[in-house]
């Protein structure tokens, strides 16, 4: 535990300008990113009495080791930095909202010639235009299943649009009047893009012109005597009024806001945001986390916002912001989402009328979402806490294995060895954490060669970390871990294999288990648990027994443990596979220098095959646009310098089928696919 006054600045040395800071721990990693109006009285309150200080702070400022900062012009300036840090550096001390779940989006891709009406999740695009998000993706299908009546634009995938393009025939929407067709030509691209414009018009709340032109329209048929057109016109207004039900009026003078809420306790917060446009909710969402640093509700909205609006921009930052309590700097912050908008935006608390019920609402599904999330993980705590016994009482550890690492090996026949490591922290995957490694001392099958051989790789590295960091010095004062040491730096970012396990486990049995227990005791580790699972009786094995550990079918620990090996298995064939396919699909142009992709493809489009472009001269070579002579001459050796390929054969005949016909139906080839 480190003293704050041993790096606390000097008197005067920290400017009174706005500005951003950065706590670091004795490892050099940014445990905590800060920013403030003044940067000299914020760091001043961090280094009082250590007993004075709320104690997660003081749990931070014991942690650090060294503080820096950064000076900018504006408080806004300040709050862009802060976010762009938090994002990069993950401080363990600061809060961080994450989703809890991807919640999907209505988006019509105008980006498109012939836009798409489709569910999105994940980060957005440019050129679509996104509605929500919704809790439920069947809700945004209902809503879109009721629209396509009055609006059908398109909403097949673009292997069905050029399908029914290529036969002449649209699909089933399209015979029943909820498609306008335009992959056979009933609509022109123009009249199709005006259809999606005015779905977005009404979707984004524009509702009342389109209800009254139809039943302007309806009036109009009825009183000429055409009562099937009125008929159809009063369906698709029923419609459209269904789909506004769905969303209903909350807030009558149509605004556009965007409303958050926070319940909070001691240790967590949960966040809510209600999205308000045209008047109507068109999406929720909501976050829960930790409060693993002093911060008050104004401090937990401020993290809100920077979360929700920090890549947005345009449109997607409401014009009016409503929320529980104010930020520090109010001013800075409505200036920030003004900047992401391009316009004024309103950051202020709802005093009374419908903002403040409807702010009530929001409030308390807030409420809700804490309880359900303190309920699920409760749940989940004990599941994982009494797994993570289990195996420690199993093992014989001494405490349980809040970190598990797990290795396996996977190939095809000898070819494309590779291998994974998956990470398990508190009994949950840690995908940032996740490695590959590809097999590079030997080639061949041979799991335990292998798996010593990744141990080693994975382990070297993790004492090179400690060397790094001064945590761990060879005993004869030389670097003992074999390759270079890597130089210092000061970025602060979490490096790859910083962290050790607490047990490491094997796909395998006793042998492998060996070669794992062997490369450590060759690199001098002597404080990490190593175990194997077998598949076929799901028996544990430790090193140097002859016996495996035989763990109850129904233990928790044994399911873990499980759930561990599937990940690395699922990992490595993962990769495996893709090396694998990468290979299949590389021909003789690939290893050309400075030849790339578009080039590559141009040369076999102009030629048809790899063995008429072998054929060619120089010159010819030359007429392919983008080619030039001293490619032509680089192509054409590297073609003669490799070896001829085998014939395809059909092997349904027998018979060798020539590059200049195309290959009958059933045809293979001995070396493969050749592009």
Same mark, same amino acid.
């Given at each position: 535990?480190?003293?704050?006054?041993?790096?606390?600045?000097?008197?005067?040395?920290?400017?009174?300008?706005?500005?951003?800071?950065?706590?670091?721990?004795?490892?050099?990693?940014?445990?905590?990113?800060?920013?403030?109006?003044? #940067?000299?009285?914020?760091?001043?309150?961090?280094?009082?009495?250590?007993?004075?200080?709320?104690?997660?702070?003081?749990?931070?400022?014991?942690?650090?080791?060294? /503080?820096?900062?950064?000076? /900018?012009?504006?408080?806004?300036?300040?709050?862009?930095?802060?976010?762009?840090?938090?994002?990069?550096?993950?401080?363990?001390?600061? @809060?961080?909202?994450?989703?809890?779940?991807?919640?999907?989006?209505?988006? @019509?891709? #105008?980006?498109?010639?012939?836009?798409?009406?489709?569910?999105?999740?994940?980060?957005?695009?440019?050129?679509?235009?996104?509605?929500?998000?919704?809790?439920?993706?069947?809700? &945004?299908?209902?809503?879109?299943? %009721?629209?396509?009546?009055?609006?059908?634009?398109?909403?097949?995938?673009?292997?069905?649009?050029? =399908?029914?393009?290529?036969?002449?025939?649209?699909?089933?929407?399209?015979?029943?009047?909820?498609?306008?067709?335009?992959?056979?030509?009933?609509?022109?691209?123009?009249?199709?893009?005006?259809?999606?414009? !005015?779905?977005?018009?009404?979707?984004?709340?524009?509702?009342?012109?389109?209800?009254?032109?139809?039943?302007?329209?309806?009036?109009?048929?009825?009183?000429?005597?055409?009562?099937?057109?009125?008929?159809?016109?009063?369906?698709?207004?029923?419609?459209?009024?269904?789909?506004?039900?769905?969303?209903?009026?909350? #807030?009558?003078?149509?605004?556009?806001?965007?409303?958050?809420?926070?319940?909070?306790?001691?240790?967590?917060?949960?966040?809510?945001?209600?999205?308000?446009?045209?008047?109507?909710?068109?999406?929720?969402?909501?976050?829960?986390?930790?409060? $693993?640093?002093?911060?008050?509700?104004?401090?937990?909205?401020?993290?809100?916002?920077?979360?929700?609006?920090?890549?947005?921009?345009?449109?997607?930052?409401?014009?009016?912001?409503?929320?529980?309590?104010?930020?520090?700097?109010?001013?800075?912050?409505?200036?920030? %989402?003004?900047?992401?908008?391009?316009?004024? $935006?309103?950051?202020?608390?709802?005093?009374?009328?419908?903002?403040?019920?409807?702010?009530?609402?929001?409030?308390?599904?807030?409420?809700?979402?804490?309880?359900?999330?303190?309920?699920?993980?409760?749940?989940? %705590?004990?599941?994982?806490?009494?797994?993570?016994?289990?195996?420690?009482?199993?093992?014989?550890?001494?405490?349980?294995?809040?970190? &598990?690492?797990?290795?396996?090996?996977?190939?095809?026949?000898?070819? !494309? /060895?590779?291998?994974?490591?998956? @990470?398990?922290?508190?009994?949950?995957?840690?995908?940032?954490?996740?490695?590959?490694?590809?097999?590079?001392?030997?080639?061949?099958? !041979?799991?335990?060669?292998?798996?010593?051989?990744?141990?080693?790789?994975?382990?070297?590295?993790?004492?090179?970390?400690?060397?790094?960091?001064?945590?761990?010095?060879?005993?004869?004062?030389?670097?003992?871990?074999?390759?270079?040491?890597?130089?210092?730096?000061?970025?602060?970012?979490?490096?790859?294999?910083?962290?050790?396990?607490?047990?490491?486990?094997?796909?395998?049995?006793?042998?492998?288990?060996?070669?794992?227990?062997?490369?450590?005791?060759?690199?001098?580790?002597?404080?990490?648990?190593?175990?194997?699972?077998?598949?076929? %009786?799901?028996?544990?094995?430790?090193?140097?027994?002859?016996?495996?550990?035989?763990?109850?079918?129904?233990?928790?620990?044994?399911?873990?443990?499980?759930?561990? =090996?599937?990940?690395?298995?699922?990992?490595?064939?993962?990769?495996?596979?893709?090396?694998?396919?990468?290979?299949?699909?590389?021909?003789?142009?690939?290893?050309?220098?400075?030849?790339?992709?578009?080039?590559?493809?141009?040369?076999?489009?102009?030629?048809?095959?790899?063995?008429?472009?072998?054929?060619?001269?120089?010159?010819?070579?030359?007429?392919?646009?983008?080619?030039?002579?001293?490619?032509?001459?680089?192509?054409? $050796?590297?073609?003669?310098?490799?070896?001829?390929?085998?014939?395809?054969?059909?092997?349904?005949?027998?018979?060798?089928?020539?590059?200049?016909?195309?290959?009958?139906?059933?045809?293979?080839?001995?070396?493969?696919?050749?592009?």
């Amino acid at each position: 535990m480190a003293d704050p006054s041993s790096y606390r600045p000097r008197p005067g040395q920290v400017p009174d300008s706005p500005g951003v800071y950065k706590f670091r721990d004795e490892h050099h990693r940014v445990i905590y990113v800060g920013k403030a109006k003044s #940067l000299r009285q914020r760091l001043a309150s961090y280094f009082q009495d250590v007993a004075g200080l709320h104690p997660r702070t003081a749990t931070m400022v014991t942690t650090a080791a060294s /503080v820096e900062w950064t000076v /900018v012009s504006t408080e806004v300036e300040a709050l862009q930095l802060e976010y762009s840090w938090i994002k990069e550096f993950d401080p363990r001390f600061n @809060v961080k909202y994450r989703d809890d779940k991807s919640y999907p989006s209505l988006a @019509v891709t #105008l980006n498109e010639q012939y836009p798409r009406v489709q569910v999105m999740r994940g980060p957005k695009k440019k050129g679509v235009r996104y509605f929500g998000p919704y809790g439920h993706a069947w809700a &945004i299908r209902e809503t879109v299943d %009721l629209m396509l009546r009055v609006f059908p634009v398109r909403t097949c995938s673009a292997g069905v649009f050029k =399908r029914s393009a290529q036969i002449g025939r649209p699909c089933l929407l399209g015979y029943i009047g909820k498609c306008s067709a335009p992959c056979v030509g009933r609509v022109t691209p123009e009249e199709h893009r005006e259809l999606a414009e !005015d779905f977005c018009d009404f979707m984004a709340g524009r509702t009342g012109t389109y209800l009254t032109r139809l039943e302007a329209e309806m009036q109009e048929a009825a009183e000429e005597m055409e009562y099937e057109k009125a008929a159809r016109l009063r369906d698709d207004i029923g419609a459209l009024r269904r789909a506004m039900e769905k969303n209903a009026v909350v #807030l009558a003078d149509a605004t556009d806001a965007d409303l958050i809420a926070v319940a909070e306790d001691e240790l967590e917060a949960a966040v809510q945001i209600f999205h308000v446009r045209g008047g109507r909710v068109r999406g929720q969402r909501g976050w829960v986390t930790d409060k $693993v640093e002093a911060v008050d509700t104004a401090g937990l909205v401020e993290h809100a916002l920077q979360q929700l609006y920090g890549e947005e921009s345009g449109e997607a930052v409401p014009k009016e912001v409503l929320v529980p309590a104010l930020p520090e700097d109010a001013p800075a912050v409505a200036e920030w %989402l003004g900047g992401r908008r391009g316009s004024q $935006v309103s950051l202020r608390i709802p005093q009374r009328g419908d903002k403040k019920s409807l702010m009530e609402t929001v409030h308390r599904n807030a409420q809700q979402s804490l309880a359900l999330h303190k309920t699920k993980r409760a749940g989940d %705590l004990t599941t994982r806490s009494r797994a993570l016994e289990e195996i420690a009482e199993a093992l014989e550890l001494d405490t349980a294995p809040l970190r &598990i690492e797990c290795f396996d090996i996977s190939h095809l026949q000898g070819d !494309d /060895v590779v291998a994974s490591m998956v @990470v398990f922290e508190d009994g949950l995957p840690r995908k940032s954490e996740y490695r590959r490694f590809e097999i590079k001392s030997f080639e061949g099958q !041979d799991d335990v060669r292998s798996m010593h051989e990744v141990i080693s790789r994975r382990f070297r590295r993790y004492l090179r970390e400690k060397l790094r960091t001064g945590e761990w010095s060879p005993a004869d004062g030389e670097d003992e871990v074999g390759g270079e040491v890597p130089a210092e730096t000061d970025d602060g970012r979490p490096r790859r294999f910083a962290y050790p396990p607490q047990l490491v486990v094997v796909d395998g049995g006793q042998p492998q288990v060996a070669a794992a227990q062997r490369a450590l005791a060759e690199l001098g580790i002597d404080d990490i648990a190593v175990c194997g699972l077998a598949k076929r %009786l799901e028996e544990v094995w430790l090193p140097g027994e002859s016996d495996p550990v035989v763990l109850p079918r129904t233990s928790e620990g044994l399911y873990l443990l499980q759930r561990v =090996r599937d990940e690395a298995h699922r990992f490595a064939i993962q990769y495996q596979r893709g090396k694998r396919a990468k290979r299949l699909r590389s021909g003789p142009l690939d290893d050309v220098p400075g030849l790339g992709e578009s080039r590559r493809l141009a040369l076999i489009k102009h030629f048809g095959s790899v063995k008429k472009l072998r054929q060619a001269t120089i010159d010819q070579i030359c007429e392919v646009p983008g080619i030039g002579r001293k490619t032509a001459e680089t192509v054409a $050796v590297a073609l003669a310098q490799a070896a001829p390929a085998a014939p395809a054969v059909n092997t349904a005949t027998g018979e060798i089928i020539e590059d200049e016909a195309p290959a009958p139906a059933g045809a293979t080839s001995e070396r493969g696919s050749e592009q």
